[in-house]
């Protein structure tokens, strides 16, 4: 954590935002009396990562094949009108 004045700031926002943006925080100070707390917010994206229940389960080989009941059900002759 840094502290700098408004001063200083203004020439160098944009270094600074980076500097937020990767995580720290800084304070902003008037004559050297802190004001002020810029800090990066936090992150309300959630993403899934791909991967992340490897090895907890395992896909069947007939995973995409038709259920017994639904065959019955689509296509038994006795369902038809």
Same mark, same amino acid.
């Not at 600074?16 to 800090?39: D, F, H, M, S």
């Given at each position: 954590m840094i502290s =700098? &004045? =408004?001063q200083e700031? /203004?020439?160098h926002l944009s270094r600074y935002a980076k500097r937020v943006k990767e995580? #720290?925080?800084i304070i902003l100070c008037e004559r050297n009396k802190p004001i002020a707390e810029i800090r990066p917010i936090p992150s309300t994206n /959630? /993403?899934? /990562? %791909?991967g992340v229940f490897k090895g907890q389960f395992e896909v069947p080989d &007939?995973? !995409?094949e038709s %259920?017994? #009941?639904f065959e019955h059900d689509f296509y038994s !002759?006795?369902?038809k009108t």
């Amino acid at each position: 954590m840094i502290s =700098i &004045n =408004i001063q200083e700031a /203004k020439t160098h926002l944009s270094r600074y935002a980076k500097r937020v943006k990767e995580g #720290e925080t800084i304070i902003l100070c008037e004559r050297n009396k802190p004001i002020a707390e810029i800090r990066p917010i936090p992150s309300t994206n /959630k /993403k899934v /990562k %791909l991967g992340v229940f490897k090895g907890q389960f395992e896909v069947p080989d &007939n995973f !995409d094949e038709s %259920l017994p #009941e639904f065959e019955h059900d689509f296509y038994s !002759d006795t369902h038809k009108t």
